[in-house]
């Protein structure tokens, strides 16, 4: 566990989602969720269209009204408390700023609703301004703006009136990926700054794992993987998150003694795992860059190390990615591996050469139970 | 694109040109005539006019009983767009945002005065308003204008509240206005140009109403096109063109008018 996430546990929870139901007709859009969302934290919703966490979050601000279920801020229900009390700031994916007040205006609005005064509404607009960095551009209209402008603009005006949650509906999604990238910088260093609680909503999984302490990965109304991005890609906690979450390959075994199993008639240790009996089926899931290819002068070579596995395949095709590269093989019984190593450490097989793929036991994950539909891509959604 | 003019040969192109003058000349040349004839010497509505006069001018101008009509006019169109307006908002807002069965049926009623023959709502109108007494009435007059203006109305509003990203409404709620304030702080201005247009469709629809107009009409209160209807059947005097004229010109105006705020908008957007 790294240390962020640590510190992160430690905090106070500051909103509670209990029994979380969100019906439409017979289609349950979020189907029982219960989630602590820590004080101070930058908790991200990843998954596909359709999902969930777009519903959860709309339900949080109080767009949707929930079927069933809790949501608590400090224990105080918010259920029944309409958007405009919940003093929770939000941020659109299309950036949704007034299209007929300037930049000055379109931060003083929440301000200029709760009635502050004028100068202290023109204090804190131009702590704001100097915040975003839009000095310069206070006077503007948004059509006048870019789109990164645009989306700092709709950030401080969700910030002026000091909400301790900030909501993001994929906020950086209609921008180009550089654009993209520094505002993920951005906003994690402001989050840094101000501790706001950020619940951030994203189909990016690269963009999760840059900006939040713990990603809830959310498939079919329900969250299947909760925990930070390091975590949920070393440890899937089920196959599904394995093949969500980056690549992966997967290998069907069936249980044989304690510790190992049979794959494609040959023996592999296998982590202990609990609920394993022998004969059972099960899955061993091994990501690309923690296995390693190697020819058959370089195996004789380098005798298997205590602790590894290792099983015949047959080279595919190598392909070269710039700082990385990756060779697809197949084994004897037809099951497809991906091996992926940086560009530096070489990779001098040939398509049609025999390779042997090694890989270290501790680091393949068991699985007992899981759908087919798990194993393939971008299957999350309904 | 096939139908491009730059890709179809020249005769194609110009046979084109041509039936598009034709139609225009069509539509326009009775417009034309009109407003020369208003201006022209004879009291036969001779054309070409033998010589030029604004005596008609005069006489339209002098005369109590067009002056009335005019002013009755221009009052029922005043009152019809107000009342379109504030009917056809919340209408509006209901057909694009409701969420309850019957919406499209909704949405079919409301547009029926365009499909329905207006000969059959003004009958309808008609013997409602005199079992009612309200006849010869400015409340009949607008009540029965305002019928077939508001479906111009409604769909000018909806087309710009369907424009309107309805999230830009839940940012100002967000950000602490309640639901009615958001509305009227931000979906109002975001949608005005519609609201406007719809005003002037339904301005325009009143200004040349004639049929209902007649039915409604009494000796003490008519619009100007009865009154063009009810002296056309005595004789023809040049002071109809007049009459038609200032009728032309106000709806000219009024559709540059609206035009101008369309394209105002389209470049804001």
Not at chain 1, 210 to 217: D, G, M, N
Not at chain 2, 80 to 93: K, N, Q, R, S, Y
Not at chain 2, 190 to 206: D, H, K, Q, T
Request: proline share 5%; net charge neutral; glycine share 8%.
């Amino acid at each position: 566990m790294s240390a962020v996430i640590k510190e992160a546990a430690h905090g106070k929870t500051l909103v509670t989602l209990r029994n979380l139901n969100k019906h439409y007709g017979d289609f349950a859009a979020v189907d029982n969720i219960s989630l602590d969302i820590q004080d101070g934290e930058f908790l991200t919703f990843l998954g596909s269209s359709g999902s969930g966490k777009s519903t959860t979050l709309s339900m949080l601000a109080g767009f949707e009204t929930p079927s069933s279920g809790e949501i608590l801020v400090e224990g105080r229900s918010l259920v029944n408390v309409p958007p405009h009390k919940r003093d929770i700031g939000m941020v659109f994916q299309r950036y949704s700023l007034f299209p007929h007040l300037s930049v000055r205006d379109n931060i003083a609005f929440p301000l200029a609703i709760r009635k502050l005064g004028s100068a202290e509404i023109a204090k804190r607009v131009d702590a704001m301004l100097k915040l975003v960095q839009l000095e310069t551009f206070a006077h503007r209209r948004p059509a006048q703006l870019s789109g990164g402008q645009q989306q700092r603009v709709a950030i401080a005006r969700a910030l002026v009136y000091e909400p301790r949650i900030l909501l993001m509906d994929e906020p950086l999604g209609a921008l180009d990926k550089k654009l993209r990238e520094d505002l993920q910088d951005e906003l994690r260093q402001l989050h840094r700054r101000l501790g706001i609680t950020i619940v951030y909503v994203t189909h990016d999984q690269e963009e999760a794992m840059r900006l939040s302490q713990r990603i809830a990965i959310f498939s079919h109304g329900k969250i299947v993987g909760l925990g930070s991005g390091y975590d949920l890609y070393q440890n899937p906690p089920n196959a599904f998150v394995a093949s969500f979450l980056g690549n992966s390959n997967f290998l069907r075994v069936t249980a044989s003694s304690h510790g190992a199993a049979a794959f494609e008639g040959q023996s592999l240790a296998i982590r202990l795992t609990s609920g394993l009996a022998a004969d059972q089926d099960a899955l061993i899931m091994v990501r690309p860059e923690k296995a390693l290819a190697l020819s058959t002068e370089q195996a004789t070579r380098e005798p298997l190390p205590a602790g590894w596995n290792e099983v015949n395949a047959k080279v595919g095709e190598v392909l070269f990615l710039g700082e990385s590269q990756t060779c697809q093989v197949v084994t004897a019984g037809g099951t497809e591996m991906t091996v992926k190593a940086l560009s530096a450490a070489g990779m001098p097989m040939q398509p049609g050469d025999t390779v042997k793929v090694r890989w270290v036991v501790a680091d393949a994950c068991v699985y007992t139970e899981w759908a087919e539909s798990d194993l393939s891509k971008a299957a999350g959604a309904h | 694109m096939l139908l491009s003019p730059n890709a179809m040969g020249r005769p194609l192109r110009t046979g084109l040109y041509l039936t598009t003058g034709i139609i225009a000349a069509f539509l326009l040349l009775p417009v034309v005539f009109i407003v020369l004839l208003s201006f022209g010497s004879s009291q036969w509505l001779v054309f070409p006019p033998p010589g030029w006069t604004f005596k008609w001018y005069d006489q339209f101008f002098s005369n109590p009983e067009w002056m009335d009509a005019a002013l009755a006019s221009l009052k029922v169109a005043v009152l019809t767009t107000f009342a379109a307006v504030a009917l056809g908002l919340p209408t509006a807002f209901a057909l694009v945002r409701g969420r309850f069965p019957g919406r499209e049926l909704l949405y079919g009623l409301f547009t029926m005065p365009m499909i329905v023959p207006l000969v059959i709502i003004a009958v309808a109108v008609y013997a409602l308003f005199l079992k009612l007494g309200y006849t010869g009435t400015l409340f009949a007059f607008v009540v029965s204008h305002v019928i077939v203006a508001l479906p111009f109305t409604i769909i000018s509003i909806i087309n710009s509240l369907k424009l309107f990203d309805q999230s830009i409404e839940d940012a100002a709620v967000i950000c602490g206005a309640s639901r009615l304030q958001a509305i009227v702080k931000v979906t109002f201005p975001a949608i005005r140009p519609g609201m406007i247009a719809g005003g002037l469709f339904a301005f325009l629809v009143s200004w040349d109403e004639v049929v209902l107009s007649v039915m409604m009409a009494s000796p003490d209160l008519q619009t100007l096109p009865v009154k063009m209807w009810t002296t056309l059947r005595q004789d023809l005097s040049p002071v109809i063109a007049v009459a038609s004229t200032l009728l032309i010109g106000l709806s000219i105006l009024v559709m540059f008018i609206a035009s101008a705020l369309r394209r105002r908008n389209e470049t804001n957007a």
